[in-house]
């Protein structure tokens, strides 16, 4: 059977299952009960998923398992694109989008990773101006941080 129960709240604790170790496991409020159900994210993944978020339950027998959760926050993505964002108070907060077209962002409202490499180049280009030495090698490096720029978008 399928259910749908607000989170509540989380915590690590002792699996709900057979296996050893710790497992994240949720209050979610289902009708009138709080129940503790374990979360089975897909390997790979570490999720907490955000408090009054929607959790979806599948109970068979004794076992109760939390396979999805749904924070609200409406989806952005265009077709044949992948996200992956932290969330806090119902927004995004950090994201990394792999768009359709080939390119990256990685950032948030305080980051922008190709902002930030723009700044590393132009400082690099700056402190090489005056025939210093080394100028070759840091010309190098400033033309790999454009390269990798060139693979990042600068807009979710």
């Keep these: ?9 989380s915590k690590l604790g002792k699996p709900t ?5 710790q497992a994240r496991l949720l209050q979610v409020q289902i009708g009138p009960q709080l ?17 009054d978020s929607l959790a979806m339950v599948l109970e068979s027998g004794v076992l109760r398992f939390a396979v999805a959760s749904f924070d609200g926050i409406a989806p952005e993505v265009g077709e044949g694109e992948r996200e992956l964002y932290s969330s806090s108070g119902g927004s995004k907060k950090t994201r990394i989008r792999l768009k ?19 700044n590393l180049v132009q400082g690099i280009q700056g402190a090489t101006a005056g025939g210093d030495p ?7 490096i400033a033309l790999a941080l454009t390269q990798i720029q060139g693979l990042l978008d600068s807009s979710p």
């Design 35 to 51: 129940q503790i159900v374990q979360l089975a994210p897909g390997a790979g993944e570490d999720v907490n998923p955000p408090t």
């Design 1 to 9: 059977m399928i259910r749908v129960g607000k989170i509540k709240g």
């Design 134 to 140: 080394i100028v070759d090698a840091t010309g190098k």
């Design 17 to 21: 299952n057979a296996r050893s170790g």
């Design 100 to 118: 359709a077209g080939g390119t990256l962002y990685i950032g948030g409202p305080a980051y922008n990773l190709r902002a930030a490499l723009q």
